[in-house]
């Protein structure tokens, strides 16, 4: 094995977030001389991780497909739930997570502030799971038709209304 700092003018490729231009500089990188395979040594990686998200979420224009990946995957989040919490259809975010589709701005805005929200702890993450999870079971029910409507009654010459079940 060899032995090497990452620098800023030699870095670090890291690919492991899932990221085409994440660089490191001031690790330490070991190289297998046989087959150049390199392992880096990466302390505090959710503190790392924590900076990459914050970095994509005050990003200008769009995000790209793996970006929301990340931020999704960083928050916790099953793509159904994602989904649910920025308002698209779970199909939609597959085809943006794959690079097929764009974002549109609110449910781009929408991806950076539930990414934020929950990396401001565990209790804000569990309140949009809860969030996340009612969203779900009631795009279930109006895709199922049995969603609830509103029941619009003529008594007499005047019309009211009450929520049907």
């Known amino acids: 094995m060899v032995e090497r700092r990452a620098t800023r003018t030699n870095p670090y490729a890291y690919t492991l977030a899932g990221l085409p231009n994440v660089r490191l500089a001031g690790i330490r990188v070991r190289r297998c001389r046989k087959c150049g395979a390199e392992m880096p040594e990466i302390p505090r990686i959710q503190d790392l991780h924590r900076v990459i998200a914050n970095l994509i979420v005050k990003k200008p224009g769009l995000l790209t497909g ?10 916790g ?3 159904k ?6 308002a698209i259809d779970p199909s939609t975010l597959s085809r943006v997570e794959a690079g097929k589709q764009k974002l549109s701005k609110a449910p781009d805005r929408l991806a950076r502030a539930v990414s934020v929200a929950v990396g401001d ?9 809860n969030v996340a999870e009612q969203l779900h079971a009631h795009n279930r029910k109006l895709k199922q038709g049995s969603g609830e409507l509103d029941l619009f009654t003529l ?11």
């Open 155 to 165: 008594n007499q010459r005047t019309w009211s209304a009450s929520r049907a079940a």
């Open 81 to 86: 739930q994602f989904a649910a919490l920025i």
């Open 77 to 79: 989040f099953a793509a």
């Open 121 to 129: 702890g565990e209790a804000a993450r569990d309140v949009l799971l």
């Open 66 to 75: 793996p970006e929301i990946r990340y931020l999704r995957k960083q928050a």
